[in-house]
């Protein structure tokens, strides 16, 4: 008798052994737990052991508990994997990684234009304040200075709607078109005068053709473009070093 009780609990720690194996095994490879027991069960059963019912119902319980913990470990570990991801996500966002760089400039072609700055004054279209045209294109979208800006060209080189890359500037939507901007000039819009001068004044520079338009701008695609929600880091970004000027 007292040798049946040695193997039995002998048999409930190696039962329960095996149950804890078995669930970090299904947590770390994800192999079902079942496979393992009746892998193991079979063995057993060749070599002839029996079990009484009591301990046999005090292994099964106590594999269940081990089952259970192994999930509520298995479900820790993924919400530690979903905020591991979430913070990367955070970090990616936040890195400090030039435009120029995420949009890999290099598979765009280039184009070498004289570039100037204007304003929607009246030093550079003649128009004051109240006048009803006042800040509207040529295309008819009002004039913007955000991460996707309105500039003017020569519509037979850059047609309405084309949008381009420049330098030191960012993104510029061709949506205007000027007396003096003849071949390959620009017009790069500002706000104020002191920003022409302080911010870029005139320059020759390789701009890069990201898309070439088809003729016409609306309001609806110049805001599209500037609340693309991949681009609004770099857009944060730009509102954060303005407000600071």
Known sequence: MISIKRVSRRLLMTFLFFGALTTTIEVITGVEAKDISNWYGHNHSSAGVQIDDENSKEVENSADTFKFLGLT?????????I???????????????????????????????????YTAGVESTGKQP????????????KVKRDLYSTVAADLDVFPLGTILFIPEYGFGVVADKGGAIK???LDLY???VKDVYNDWGKRQVDVYVIKMGDGKLTEEQLNRLNEDESMQVFR???????TKS
Do not use: H, W
């Open 190 to 192: 500002y706000e104020t």
């Open 236 to 242: 944060q970004k730009y509102i954060k070093n303005k």
């Open 183 to 185: 071949g390959n000039r």
């Open 130 to 141: 109240g006048n009803p045209s006042y800040g509207i294109t040529y295309s008819g979208v």
């Open 83 to 117: 905020e591991a991801m979430t913070s990367s996500s955070v970090e990616t966002a936040n890195r400090n990684v030039s435009l120029e760089d995420e949009i890999g400039l290099s598979k765009y072609p280039t184009k070498q234009v004289v570039a100037t700055g």
């Open 73 to 81: 470990f298995k479900a820790m570990n993924s919400e530690t994997v």
